[in-house]
């Protein structure tokens, strides 16, 4: 149980193009999401709160213009990533706090494989 | 803000322990977590201990914490070439389905 998917895994751009990258929990319902990047041999660093059906949280620092993200039902929030460019190359990275009432003993997120984005 | 930082690699033989460090700077942490990422993977929850407990054992593993020091610790009894991999700690002071600040992570490399 408790699994999380991403899509795509990995997609290629051209500098100026949006990118849309899914996040779905598969078997349970979460009302909170985490966006998070990751650069290579870095830390994870959060970027935005996503909650089912209102806005998002964005970390200080990230442009919520840029990166779009939209959490419309309890199984799916999806971050878009506006006119990329080559200094959004990164390691996107989503997890999902299952919705109260199913949680386990330990309040926990559930993390999703990641999407490698690279922008030519 | 909060910082939390680990050593970047370790190398070890299989059969041997390996000890992973990590130390943070908030004394309001309340639950610490540890995480493996293997390659082009996203992150999977190892064990935590919250930071009224000193100590945590579970198979393999087991957690030590100093909270007087903030220094948090992973010791994996005989490691195998499965845990290569890198390993985060994180901290949260609300429970780990909320804002986690994560480390630096170490990469382990176990050596046959």
């Known amino acids: 149980g408790a699994v999380v998917s991403q899509h795509p895994s990995r997609v290629i751009c051209k500098s100026g193009t949006s990118v849309k990258i899914e996040c779905r929990s598969l078997?349970?319902?979460?009302?909170?999401m985490f966006w998070y990047r990751q650069f290579p041999k870095q830390s994870l660093m959060l970027m935005a709160t996503?909650?089912?059906?209102?806005?998002?949280?964005?970390e200080q620092g990230v442009e919520k213009d840029k990166f779009l993200i939209n959490h419309a039902s309890l199984t799916l929030s999806t971050l878009t990533v506006t006119s990329a460019h080559p200094e959004d190359s990164s390691f996107y990275i989503c997890?999902?706090?299952?919705?109260?009432?199913?949680?386990?003993?330990?309040?926990?997120?559930?993390f999703g494989p990641g999407t490698r984005l690279t922008v030519l | 803000g909060e910082d939390v930082e680990q050593s970047l690699f370790l190398s070890v033989r299989e059969g041997d322990s390996s000890v992973i460090n990590c130390t943070y700077t908030d004394s309001s942490s309340t639950y610490l977590y540890w995480y493996k990422q293997e390659p082009g993977a996203g992150l999977q929850l190892l064990t935590y201990i919250f930071s009224n407990m000193d100590m945590k054992q579970d198979q393999r593993l087991t957690v030590l914490l100093n909270k007087k020091d903030k220094h948090l610790s992973l010791r994996i009894a005989d490691t195998q070439t499965g845990d290569s991999a890198i390993y985060f700690c994180a901290e949260s002071m609300t429970g780990g389905g909320n804002k986690l600040t994560f480390g630096t992570g170490t990469q382990l490399k176990v050596e046959l």
């Open positions: 078997d349970f319902q979460a009302t909170t």
């Open positions: 997890s999902a706090r299952e919705t109260p009432g199913h949680l386990p003993i330990t309040d926990t997120q559930y």
């Open positions: 996503s909650n089912e059906g209102s806005k998002a949280t964005y």
